[in-house]
């Protein structure tokens, strides 16, 4: 999923750009800094734990990317587990050993019971699939004024810290 930020004042910031680069990279930086790292803890909040917990803590926010023209920030995972948590699966029979750590973990289970509460789940998941978590969409959705606030913010000392300089953003 990839997200811009659209809000008013983004053509006196071009402007700021153009006059003062550094100035405008380092407060976009700080706002994406801040952005990146509130999406990560509220992505984290809503990824389910699973047996291990390895898909929520592997989600980070990366650090920060300035270019000449425009500042990346990313909050993202490498599991390739988060694909199917996030979007949901059609069904699909999976590896009942793949479920047998979820069921010890996550399960009041008999450990002689491991193998075929597994075999039950994953007979479900092959009638229904799975349904969509939807973390990092929902955490971005719940977050998105937060988010443009304080890109807001960054115009806004962008434009106060020019002014300090003399003269209009």
Request: proline share 6%; glycine share 6%.
């Amino acid at each position: 999923m990839q997200v811009r930020i659209d809000m008013q004042g983004w053509e006196e910031l071009t402007r700021a750009w153009q006059r003062a680069p550094q100035i405008v990279r380092e407060e976009l930086t700080t706002a994406t800094d801040e952005a990146t790292a509130l999406l990560q803890a509220a992505t984290q909040a809503m990824t389910p734990v699973g047996a291990t917990g390895l898909l929520r803590s592997s989600i980070l926010a990366q650090d920060t990317v300035a270019l000449s023209d425009q500042v990346i920030g990313v909050v993202g995972t490498s599991n390739p587990y988060a694909i199917p948590v996030e979007l949901g699966t059609r069904p699909h029979f999976p590896p009942v050993e793949a479920l047998e750590d979820w069921v010890r973990a996550r399960l009041n289970v008999a450990p002689e019971e491991v193998r075929s509460v597994a075999f039950l789940i994953a007979r479900k998941i092959a009638a229904h699939g799975t349904p969509a978590v939807g973390m990092f969409h929902r955490a971005f959705t719940a977050q998105r004024a937060r988010v443009e606030a304080m890109f807001a913010a960054a115009r806004d000392r962008v434009r106060d810290r020019l002014a300090e300089q003399g003269g209009p953003a």
